[in-house]
């Protein structure tokens, strides 16, 4: 399974990104339950941003994005957004996601099988 992730730069505060994550099971099996985000800043640990269950589309977040972060996927591209709103500069980091065959909504990085290459997010202040 191969994720590959999109859609970083560089914006001022306030301003908006949409970043993508493209699934490919390069005719692998894998039951793909949910697809997360997770960011890691300079010198700070990787965290969970926000998560979404592939069936439903039940989604989760982390307090600090909720209202201003939305995650989303199209069936038919294989692919998970993540709409960035009202960007912080505390917001800068490169975005990673991640896909399991059993979770969407935890934080613990063992969780998930799948990492794509990460996207750089820089906000300017």
């Known amino acids: 399974v191969q994720l590959q992730a999109s859609g970083g730069g560089l914006v001022q505060a306030g301003g908006s990104l949409r970043l993508s994550c493209a699934a490919s099971?390069?005719?692998?099996?894998?039951?793909?339950?949910?697809i997360a985000w997770f960011r890691q800043a300079p010198g700070k640990d990787r965290e969970f941003v926000a998560g979404?269950?592939?069936?439903?589309?039940?989604?989760y977040y982390v307090d600090s994005v909720k209202g201003r972060f939305t995650i989303s996927r199209d069936f038919s591209k294989n692919t998970v957004y993540l709409q960035l709103t009202s960007l912080k500069p505390e917001d800068t980091a490169v975005y990673y996601c991640?896909?399991?065959?059993?979770?969407?909504?935890?934080?613990?990085?063992?969780?998930?099988?799948?990492w794509g290459q990460g996207t750089q997010v820089t906000v300017s202040s």
């Open positions: 991640a896909a399991s065959d059993s979770s969407w909504s935890s934080d613990r990085l063992g969780e998930y099988d799948y």
């Open positions: 099971t390069s005719g692998r099996t894998f039951r793909m339950y949910g």
């Open positions: 979404i269950r592939w069936s439903s589309g039940t989604t």
